[in-house]
């Protein structure tokens, strides 16, 4: 079946705007995560959606960033008044159930001019 | 906290010759998973293997070999007459019971060479 897909899977922006990343996971799938990966910090995570509970925002870096997942599928994450330190590629993942395998998406490559 | 360390930044070796790559964890959690995913030039991250930390049998899928190792806790990535597609960016993570999310190495990038 289809693997996780990921759009746009570039993206340039200025400064100051804001920006929306979509994730699209694996049909059947409860658990959506969005990670980061960057030159400086590696992979981290920032944030863990499952089924209709409350997600786990514990690695959003600041408050401008934050996520949505609607009817338990597609998640959109943004983030407003982007900073030069923004950019790096985002990687959402997907599990059948918390605590199985993660499987990810190509990313999306965000570069903040 | 979790902790992953991969302290082996770049390997670069001939094909055909065998490989290693370190991974070592810290958690104080009884139950936690440890995986291995690929990192081709492509950017996307490919699913290796998982163990969980029940579970010490090694474990081998083809030129690949996996060394688990509680008592130093090592969860180390052998390949075995290397080529050069398996030339990538190789990722060890951690996860524990409770907590969903990937505990990352920094990761280590093999160059194969023909």
């Known amino acids: 079946g289809a693997g996780v897909s990921q759009s746009p899977s570039n993206k340039v922006t200025e400064k100051g705007k804001d920006v929306e990343l979509r994730c699209d996971p694996i049909?059947?799938?409860?658990?959506l995560y969005w990670y980061r990966q960057s030159l400086g910090q590696g992979l981290e995570f920032l944030i863990y959606?499952?089924?209709?509970?409350?997600?786990?925002k514990s690695g959003l870096p600041s408050d401008r960033f934050s996520a949505e997942r609607t009817g338990g599928s597609v998640s959109t994450l943004t983030i407003q008044r982007t900073q030069q330190e923004d950019s790096a590629v985002y990687l959402c993942?997907?599990?059948?159930?918390?605590?199985?395998?993660?499987?990810f998406g190509p990313g999306t490559r965000l570069l903040v001019l | 906290a979790q902790k992953v360390t991969q302290a082996q930044t770049e390997i670069s070796v001939v094909e055909k010759e065998d490989v290693t790559l370190d991974c070592v964890y810290e958690?104080?959690?009884?139950?936690?998973?440890l995986f291995w995913y690929k990192q081709p030039p492509s950017g996307e991250l490919v699913f290796l293997i998982r163990?969980?930390?029940?579970?010490?049998q090694n474990e081998i899928s083809g030129r690949y070999s996996w060394n688990f190792q509680k008592s130093t806790s090592s969860f180390n990535f052998t390949i075995t007459a290397s080529q050069v597609v398996d030339s990538a960016v190789y990722f060890c993570?951690?996860?524990?019971?409770?907590?969903?999310?990937?505990?990352f190495g920094q990761g280590t990038r093999l160059t194969i060479n023909p």
């Open positions: 163990r969980n930390s029940f579970d010490e």
């Open positions: 959606f499952q089924g209709n509970s409350a997600p786990d």
């Open positions: 993942a997907s599990s059948l159930n918390r605590e199985e395998t993660q499987y």
């Open positions: 993570a951690l996860s524990v019971e409770g907590a969903q999310k990937l505990v």
């Open positions: 049909s059947g799938h409860t658990a």
């Open positions: 958690t104080r959690d009884t139950t936690y998973y």
